[in-house]
């Protein structure tokens, strides 16, 4: 049976790649999660486990447009 959010955004069946936002692959930028972040989501927390390739950036971008609202 498919979950809900597998009805809502399908597995894609063409080549995927996957370029996600890091702090400095300790600590993140979000002090509520226990582990690197870029402020949303623990980077290995994005994979679906069907990428080709796989890119972590470091990113604090998202962080500062976060803090300045």
Do not use: H, R
Not at 39 to 65: H, R, Y
């Amino acid at each position: 049976m498919l979950s809900v959010v597998q009805k809502k955004y399908p597995i894609p069946t063409c080549e995927v790649g996957l370029i996600a936002g890091s702090y400095d692959g300790k600590k993140g930028f979000n002090k509520f999660i226990n582990a690197d972040n870029d402020g949303v989501l623990i980077p290995q927390n994005t994979k679906m486990g069907i990428e080709k390739d796989v890119v972590f950036v470091k990113s604090w971008l998202l962080a500062c447009c976060l803090i300045q609202k």
